[in-house]
């Protein structure tokens, strides 16, 4: 079973230093060579720009997960949240 994502513990996020690591462990296993060598390359550029936009992939995966229950959600998730269990929001009062 994965250790990130939806686990028995709830959502588990994969941070962004944790991609940028996994990536430059793979892209250094393909080139054969350490990729994280330089900070200014042009490798650890495109590397640390794909990690990034994966980090924040991740992170709507946690915010989508979250909404899915009324505790966590809200605005229109917690309408839908709510309507699962049968329940539905007051109309606003002054």
């Known amino acids: ?21 996994e990536i430059h462990s793979d892209l250094s296993e393909g080139f054969g060579f ?19 936009v994966a980090a924040e992939l991740w992170e709507v995966a946690q915010d989508t997960y979250y909404s899915l229950f009324p505790v966590t959600a809200e605005g229109l998730s917690l309408d839908y949240a ?12 002054k």
């Open 34 to 52: 350490d990729t994280k060598q330089d900070e200014s390359s042009f490798i650890n550029v495109l590397a640390t720009t794909f990690a990034g």
């Open 82 to 93: 709510a309507q699962t269990g049968g329940v539905t929001r007051e109309p606003a009062r």
């Open 1 to 21: 079973m994965d250790k990130y994502g939806v686990t028995k513990e709830g959502f588990v996020l994969k941070r962004a230093d944790e991609i940028l690591d």
